[in-house]
DNA sequence: CGGTTTTGACCCGCGC
DNA sequence: GCGCGGGTCAAAACCG
């Protein structure tokens, strides 16, 4: 980066932090030069010259003669301006120079911590990109031996294209064929390249059948007022129904950022503890998405994915290695706050964000505005997302898990950022793509090992937060 | 006026 | 075959 990147740090810099620095003594121009009344903007420009050194060599072509400022002598340039003579004598120039390092310096370390927050929004994406890659070479490897305990495929209308796999997680055609649904399919199939194109036919026929057999799912639960979690995303309203079992309505959803995008999710208010927001997400985006959406696609696209790709339960109610895989890697000393359902019809998983008092999570201030985001250390909110329970029972999927004391603050505090900043779902990805894609090691390490793999991945977008309620 | 929400109807899978 | 429940559609209403 260099000092593109310097240049790119103030550039992104939008604080008002007052360039002290960099207010200079007009030269050779008094205030009479602009007579009174209309001009004082003018006149307050001129005399306070705010310039951004690194970013633009404009700024150093249209500022003023005596403040050509150069990167690598920035003090004394400065100097020579703010002196405004340059018949001013060495000893008050160094002079000078020492009463201005401090501020100078201090310039330097606010630059340096920026610095540091770039570099994490650097790591962020890269996690993102990551967590993509590997859904997509899951995608791609043809997976040998089926799936066992799982639900044959069902059968497969005619007309049905192939699925979506190269855009969903779990490719599964809707079930419903013959309501229009097809226009859909067919209209994904057209807009997105087939990642399965390059199979042979028959591994194309079976990985769409596996396809077809799994629908993924995850679905976070989180205390939350709104109704519905910022995710970042823009969301439409399609449908809302009765459940049975439920006073409360379950409400359907489908993503409106591509017009062909298959990611759909339902919210639901569970009906033990209505404070408590059920979101369930299923797909993945064929679009490019804003860093908050971003944090939480790759959340759900990753882990759908671990969840396919073999590393998911058995619906025998054996326990399994994977299970404990994911307990550790995401949290060594955990009790309950996720479940891995793959009972049919559809294997879940769900990152339960309820522990704590509700009150927790309606305390918290409504979200926060971006430059408010821009300040929330991640190594919070990732140490907030902090268990793992596995279980391979349906209901255990939607039962509250059980309560873990101690962590009770952090994890309401959890299920609080989560529903008021979409931020927080950059943790969640770092921890799930951090599983997928790191190996044996960061299973031991939880989500300090995540963090670290991931080089102090730093909350920082601007969020955009579009969500539609 | 275009996008979103509401809501009743419809379709499909599944269990009996 | 029938009923139930989940999921989706689509027209109308609503909203900015």
Not at 121 to 141: E, G
């Amino acid at each position: 980066m260099g000092d593109n990147k310097l240049g790119q740090l103030l550039a992104l810099d939008a604080s008002p932090r007052p360039l002290a620095l960099l207010h200079l003594p007009p030269r050779g121009m008094s205030a009479d030069h602009h007579p009174a009344g209309g001009s004082s903007s003018l006149r307050r420009q001129r005399s306070s010259v705010e310039v951004d050194f690194f970013s633009d060599d404009k700024h150093k072509e249209g500022a003023p003669p005596g403040l050509a400022i150069n990167k690598e002598d920035l003090t004394i340039n400065l100097l020579a301006a703010a002196a405004g003579d340059s018949s001013i004598n060495k000893e008050d120039t160094k002079k000078m120079v020492q009463q201005q390092l401090p501020a100078l310096q201090a310039e330097l370390g606010r630059m340096n911590e920026e610095n540091q927050r770039l570099r994490g929004m650097l790591a962020q994406v890269t996690t993102s990109y990551q967590a993509l890659q590997m859904h997509l070479l899951a995608l791609m490897q043809p997976q040998p031996q089926p799936i066992p305990h799982l639900p044959p495929p069902p059968p497969r209308q005619p007309e049905e294209p192939a699925s979506n796999s190269s855009t969903e997680v779990v490719g599964s055609p809707r079930r419903s064929s013959s309501t229009g649904n097809n226009k859909d399919h067919l209209q994904l199939q057209a807009d997105s390249p087939d990642a399965a194109g390059w199979l042979p036919a028959e591994g194309r026929q079976q990985q769409q059948q596996e396809a077809s057999m799994r629908k993924a799912r995850v679905s976070v639960r989180a205390r939350s007022e709104a109704p519905i979690i910022a995710d970042g995303c823009q969301w439409r309203k399609y449908g809302q129904k009765m459940a049975k079992g439920n006073p409360c309505p379950r409400a359907y959803y489908r993503c409106t950022m591509a017009s062909a995008c298959p990611v759909r999710k339902q919210v639901q208010r569970c009906a033990e503890d209505r404070s408590i927001l059920i979101t369930t997400y299923e797909g993945t985006h064929n679009h490019p998405l804003p860093p908050a959406a971003m944090a939480m696609a790759s959340t759900t696209s990753a882990a759908a994915s671990m969840l396919l790709s073999g590393s998911m339960p058995s619906a025998d109610g054996t326990p399994m290695t994977s299970n404990s895989f994911l307990a550790r890697a995401v949290l060594p000393c955990s009790s309950s706050m996720a479940t891995i359902s793959a009972s049919a019809p559809f294997p879940t998983v769900t990152l339960d964000l309820t522990h704590g008092p509700p009150s927790a999570a309606a305390a918290r201030p409504a979200p926060l505005a971006p430059t408010q985001f821009h300040h929330l250390p991640l190594y919070n909110q990732s140490t907030k997302f902090s268990g793992l329970h596995m279980s391979s029972s349906p209901s255990a999927a939607d039962a509250p898990p059980i309560g873990i004391g101690g962590l009770a603050d952090t994890v309401s505090a959890a299920a609080a950022a989560i529903t008021a900043d979409p931020n927080f779902t950059v943790s969640l990805a770092a921890a799930i793509s951090s599983i997928i894609g790191g190996g044996g090691q960061q299973q031991l390490h939880g989500l300090q090992g995540a963090n670290n793999n991931n080089n102090n991945v730093t909350s920082s977008s601007n969020n955009t937060n579009s969500e539609t309620q």
